[in-house]
Every structure is written in C-alpha cells, then in structure tokens.
C-alpha cells in the first residue's frame, strides 16, 4: 500500500430515478491574490465525489459491506478491505449533505490504475456504487444530478467557459457508454481515455528528469470519414498519433500500437527534441504513406534517419480531420522556435508539447530559438483560447489550464525579479545571477538553469528594464567561462 495513492470514487444513484447519479462541484486551486491573474477564472468542473483511502487502522475497526459487481473483481475487492472504507464512505457522503454509509448496499463497480505518467506515484482509484435519495439527506447546493446522456452531452458539445465533466466520472464510468474504438497495446503498458476521444499512453523516453516518459497522444475514433473537403483541412485521416518519443527499448510495443491504427495515419509533432521524435523511424517502417505535420524550424532539425519521407509543413491556425473530428494546429513558440500546440475541437483539450509539464516549470531551450518573449505571449494565448483540458507531454492531464498557465507566468516573473536583485546587488556575469537566483537549488541544475536566465535576461533587455549600469556585452562575453566556474564548486 505504501508504494501507490488509493482513491475512492463513489456513483451515488438516485433511489428515484436509476439514470442519475450525483456529481459534485469541484474545488478549484487556490487564488493568487493578485487581480491579473485572478481574473483569469477556470469553468466550474463537476465530478463523482471520492476522497483518499486510509488504511485501516484496526483489524476490530467496524467494516461496510461490499458486493463485488463480477467475480474478477475478488482480488481487488481484499485489496479494499485493507483500507477504513467506513471513514472514506462518511467523509464521501458528508461532502454531499448525506447520512452515514451503513445502511446502503454497495457494489464494488470498477478498479482502476493510473498510467505512469510521473513523476509521482501512479494514483488507483477504487469505483463503488449504491442508491441514496432526497430522503438520506438534504443536498448541498454544490451537488446536482445528472444523467449519462446529459454528461456526454457536455462532453461532446464543449463550448469555451462552459461547465467541465472530470476525469472520474467519465474513467470510470462513462466510457463504457461512448463509441470509442479500442486501443491495442503491450500490456506492459497502460493508457488513459480522458477527455473521450484523447488516448494517452505515457512510454519510456530519454527526456529530463524528474519525468522518465514521454506521453503519446492518439485520436482514434474508429469510423472512416470521406467527407473531408481539402479547402478547409491541409490534410484528412483515420487516426492521429502526436509526438511518438519512446526510447529504442519500447520500439516494439510502439509498432505494435502503429501496426493496428487504420491505414490513413497522421502523425503531428510538437517540436524536434529527440523524446518527441525518437520514434518517428517506427512509424514510417509501418506505415510507409502515413502523413507527418510539422513546423519547417522543426523538420530542419529532424535526422533523415528518423523521418526520409514527405512532410506537410503547418504554421498553426491550420485544421486536420480525423475520422470526422476536427483539429486544429496552434502556433506555440517559446520552448522553441518551432513549438506547436494542438486544439481538439470538440473536447476544447489542449495539448500543449513541453510548454507546460505536469509537474514544475518547463527549460526553454536556447539553442533552438527558445525566448522568453515568444513563451508569455504563447501563454496568454492558450489563455484566451479558455480550453477545458491542459494535456503536457510530461505528467498528468492538468484540470485547471488557467490556473496552471497563471502559475508559470507568477514563476517567470517571480524568476524576473529575482535575476534583477542579483544584477542589482552588483551581479556581472552569468555566473553571478545563476548563484544568487538559484541558490537553494542542487548545483547540477545549474547549466540548464542557465539557458533560462539568459533568455530572462534578454527579455528584460527588450522591456528596457535593466539597469544602466549593466553591460550586455560584458554578461555574453561571460557565458564561455560559466560551465568551468560551476565545475570548480
């Protein structure tokens, strides 16, 4: 037990009407405190009310009673038996403005473990369900009722600012009742359907720590769609894949995932960097007419022994059709020069490349037009697009985009500030800044911190808000010497 997080996701039904369920509204992060980013308001996201597990503290403790929904779900059902289900089931229905758990007949519905998205433990999440109705309690006027149809409404027919449908609800329960095609894949591998229609499978890459994978991304619908009009689309297909980056060790199972997406393949990558690329090869030795969409900056930099075929070079603001869903390509400089993001129309998801990670603050990468500039403009615009889903290459799916996005422009600027006491406080070189703005953090993150705050610096030169006194060429000229400075620490 010590080595995941144990969730329990409760589908309370209603004793009136068997086609509800009660979702409740979740709590959003934390504001800012401050008015800009404060104004920057995600929707209200409704899920399945749930809380984490504890173990049970005493073998004596007093026990609800669960039905497993089908005998293979035995094993895992010991496994809930370990924890203080009571307490998690109170607490569950306290949310809600419910009684206690004792007298309903619950059913052990679903078990379900996370992929390893990193970098943090894989989460399990425990499904019960049982019937409560108006007369166990009074409900709070953060629950409502809702139905399936209605929930799969709101999740096909997104609108920007509209009200969310969360990941446990639609994990756990409502893809069972979606037309989505199934995902073959190694079972030494595990993926996620969240938003429906978004399959992520998070594989092995040679990326940067804290993550150890690199997420791809597949659309696969299922259907075959003629109706793609080549004035409105740069290009159709039955399947897309994003960023395959998987290390060599894995190629086998990325074919194996190549090998069963339909013939009409689409392939899109967010940027060149090889835990995005390094699995291209794969694609194109299976399916030698698929279709790759990348930025030109990006292709420059593609070995031909990763991709020697065609490409359709897109600057952002192009659509692609996909089995009758649309998709549209954003322009995303800042990571790099050539950065690209990808709008899935219908969810309103966003996946954004390495512009977010799941979990701290994304490099920018200097030697291939990364800026600073470019990275807050990005920023505010996928602001402005107000999508419903983050979805980073590296980490979990992000249910807050605007909070999130609002965190990194706080820590840029944040980072600013810092970077403009140390040349304040007589800071000359590259060195000097690095030593002071990062100096609670492991020197060994010294070098790639160091791309970070040139481009800091550099922003701040284009904003005139360096002082005077401070020498530009002084602080390049001291860029060779930086490397020799951190190693003799």
């Known amino acids: 037990m010590g080595t995941h997080k144990v969730n329990l996701a409760v589908i309370i039904k209603n004793t009136s009407n068997d086609e509800e369920f009660l979702l409740i509204k979740q709590t959003p992060p934390p504001k800012f405190d401050d008015p800009e980013y404060d104004s920057y308001q995600d929707s209200d996201l409704w899920d399945l009310p749930s809380t984490q597990l504890t173990p049970l503290g005493s073998p004596l403790s007093q026990q609800i009673s669960v039905e497993a929904g089908d005998s293979s779900l035995l094993e895992k059902l010991d496994f809930l038996n370990q924890f203080d289900l009571k307490l998690a089931l109170d607490q569950v229905l306290s949310q809600v403005g419910f009684g206690t758990a004792s007298e309903v007949k619950w059913k052990f519905l679903k078990y379900v473990e996370e992929p390893e998205f990193g970098p943090g433990i894989p989460v399990k999440t425990m499904y019960l369900v049982g019937k409560l109705g108006p007369h166990d309690g009074k409900l709070k006027d953060s629950c409502k009722w809702m139905s399936t149809k209605g929930c799969i409404n709101m999740l096909i027919e997104v609108k920007p600012h509209n009200d969310r449908i969360g990941p446990l609800i639609v994990i756990g329960f409502l893809n069972d009742s979606m037309q989505s095609a199934s995902l073959q894949i190694s079972p030494t591998l595990r993926y996620q359907e969240y938003p429906p229609g978004v399959k992520l499978i998070p594989m092995g890459s040679r990326t940067a720590k804290p993550f150890h994978t690199t997420n791809l991304a597949v659309f696969f619908p299922g259907t075959s769609y003629d109706g793609c009009d080549s004035d409105s689309f740069v290009t159709c ?97 800042g990571h790099t020069d050539g950065h690209m993001s990808l709008l899935h129309v219908s969810t309103h998801s966003l996946i954004v490349g390495d512009h977010c990670v799941g979990q701290g603050s994304a490099l920018l990468d200097i030697t291939s037009g990364g800026n600073m500039s470019e990275y807050f403009r990005t920023t505010y615009k996928f602001m402005e697009l107000s999508p419903h889903v983050l979805i980073p290459m590296h980490g979990r799916v992000n249910m807050w985009p605007k909070h999130m996005l609002c965190g990194y422009l706080k820590n840029r600027r944040n980072r600013e500030s810092t970077i403009l006491k140390a040349i304040e406080g007589g800071g000359k070189t590259l060195f000097d800044i690095v030593a002071y703005t990062y100096a609670d953090v492991d020197r060994s993150l010294w070098l790639p911190a160091a791309s970070n705050v040139r481009l800091h610096v550099d922003h701040l030169a284009q904003k005139d808000k360096l002082p005077k006194d401070f020498s530009i060429e002084n602080f390049n000229s001291s860029l060779a010497e930086f490397a020799g400075n951190v190693a003799k620490i």
């Open 237 to 333: 297909g039955d399947a897309l894949i994003v960023d395959p980056g998987c290390k060599y060790t894995l190629h086998k199972e990325l074919e194996q995932i190549i090998a069963a997406l339909p013939r009409k393949l689409i392939v899109f990558v967010t940027h060149h960097h090889h835990d995005h690329v390094d699995g291209l090869s794969i694609v194109q030795k299976c399916k030698s007419d698929a279709v790759l969409l990348a930025h030109e900056s990006t292709m420059r930099r593609i070995r031909k022994d990763d991709w020697s075929l065609d490409y359709v070079p897109v600057l952002g603001s192009e659509e692609i059709c996909i089995g009758g869903q649309r998709l549209r390509l954003i322009s995303a400089p």
